[in-house]
């Protein structure tokens, strides 16, 4: 048993579908069901094994210690082998007694179910969300847990693509780029873009390939909740993930305009921008390096006046706790996937991402579920260029792009308000007379303005 794991689960006070806290309770039947619920549980979540746990308060979760006698006796048999004779198959299970802050605690760790369903007196039993159930009564988890059983859990390792016909252009084209030898002939196999011992691509394969059906979207509202008015929508996406990932953050980035704080100003102004952009580029890395691409359901990404919500679907990996995940350990949903990007130098995977979130924005900023984790980037202050988008009339006017072009100029003009023409055709990619019809529109609506002469003048941001 791993001691500091055990007292991590006990210090979050977290029980889920194969961790169970009790008090004094002494159901001998109890004890056998719930095994056999908690191992079944385990295999469905894919740990190798499951915990119940006495001593801890069945409301609060405090520490409380306990009396509980895992060597009680069963109408003159010792309780273990009660247990033991009345579970099938045989499994491994274990009862450990331990001392956290002076308090006695028993632990009894379950294995989990392995090529059969654990039963209990020749009845099946399940847990759903902390509730002990019969199996039977649910036959889609009964079936899921059988091919769990029998073919391991679904991974985007071992699961097949459904489009065959993929090609990797853009995967070769960083490797080459960051300097790394890539074999032709080889690479798809040591980047396990194959179900294993077959050659057909997989989940992993699939939404690194160069054309996807994959998308990321990111809603963009005028206001602090998604029942305001959403005045811009767009899917980054249908090609390969490393692309999405860049096209996401550099469209994000969009939004951080810097501002000026002139409090206590003496000499030199100090610029503020609107939120943390090392921050928000680790959130988007570890959204969709984490993300359960099982589904192919890419991160989704909300933007109201006051801050950024990134979710990612999948809770923290099973094997990893809440305590180690704001720790910085990492624990990859998919190992495979996160050695690609450490391998491209995308990520580092240090932890260091984590740490950095909850040093600048605190732990609130994460809500972690079963199924996903939203990260929300809060802005230093509502956007005071907001209402841009609306002054614009995106569906008959202005594309979203054009709009996006539009707010980098007004950036960049926050940044430099000397900037020239030609600076902002290098920084934008654009030509002459782009860059032009932008600055004429964004000057005639009345966001900037011109201070002083053409050639020795600078612009003012106005809205």
């Not at 520490?63 to 273990?80: A, C, R, Y």
């Not at 594309?399 to 308000?417: C, D, F, G, L």
Request: charged share 25%; net charge positive; aromatic share 10%.
């Amino acid at each position: 048993m791993n001691i500091e794991y055990l007292k991590e689960i006990i210090k979050q006070k977290y029980e889920n579908e194969y961790i169970e806290f009790k008090h004094n309770w002494k159901d001998k039947d109890g004890i056998g069901e719930y095994i056999s619920a908690i191992s079944n549980s385990a295999a469905i979540h894919g740990v190798d094994y499951g915990y119940l746990i006495w001593g801890i308060d069945d409301n609060t979760h405090e520490i409380v210690g306990t009396n509980f006698n895992p060597d009680m006796d069963v109408n003159g048999e010792p309780l273990k082998h009660y247990l033991a004779r009345n579970l099938i198959p045989s499994i491994d299970f274990n009862f450990d007694e331990l001392v956290i802050d002076n308090k006695k605690l028993v632990v009894l760790t379950i294995p989990s179910a392995r090529s059969i369903i654990t039963e209990f007196k020749k009845e099946r039993f399940i847990r759903i969300g902390s509730s002990k159930e019969l199996l039977r009564k649910y036959p889609e988890r009964e079936m899921n847990l059988w091919l769990i059983l029998k073919n391991g859990l679904p991974t985007i390792i071992n699961t097949e693509s459904t489009n065959q016909n993929l090609t990797f252009t853009t995967l070769q084209t960083y490797y080459i780029s960051k300097g790394l030898n890539l074999n032709l002939k080889t690479f798809k196999d040591n980047l396990n873009l194959y179900v294993p011992n077959t050659k057909k691509y997989n989940l992993m394969a699939y939404i690194l390939s160069d054309n996807n059906e994959i998308t990321c979207r990111v809603s963009v509202f005028n206001g602090k909740s998604k029942a305001d008015i959403q005045y811009a929508l767009n899917d980054y996406g249908f090609k390969s993930i490393l692309i999405t990932i860049d096209q996401v953050i550099n469209y994000l980035e969009s939004f951080n305009i810097v501002m000026l704080d002139e409090t206590n100003r003496i000499v030199e102004r100090k610029d503020i921008p609107l939120f943390n952009s090392e921050c928000l580029r680790e959130v988007i890395l570890n959204s969709f390096i984490h993300n359960d691409w099982n589904s192919l359901n890419a991160p989704m990404i909300s933007v109201f006046t006051d801050r950024i919500e990134i979710l990612s679907y999948g809770g923290i990996p099973s094997k990893q706790t809440i305590i180690g995940f704001f720790d910085g350990k990492s624990q990859p949903r998919c190992n495979e996937l996160a050695q690609i990007f450490l391998q491209l130098r995308i990520s580092e995977r240090s932890g260091r991402g984590i740490t950095k979130v909850v040093e600048t924005y605190g732990r609130e900023s994460f809500k972690i579920e079963e199924d996903y984790i939203k990260v929300t980037i809060p802005f230093v202050k509502e956007r005071t260029y907001g209402s841009l988008e609306n002054d614009i009339n995106i569906k008959n006017n202005r594309t979203a792009k054009s709009v996006q072009t539009m707010n980098r100029i007004i950036n960049e003009i926050s940044n430099n308000p000397h900037i020239t023409t030609n600076q902002l055709m290098s920084k934008l990619n654009l030509g002459k007379t782009s860059v032009q019809s932008y600055v004429r529109e964004l000057n005639a609506k009345g966001y900037i303005t011109r201070i002083g002469s053409k050639k020795n003048g600078y612009w003012k941001i106005c809205k």
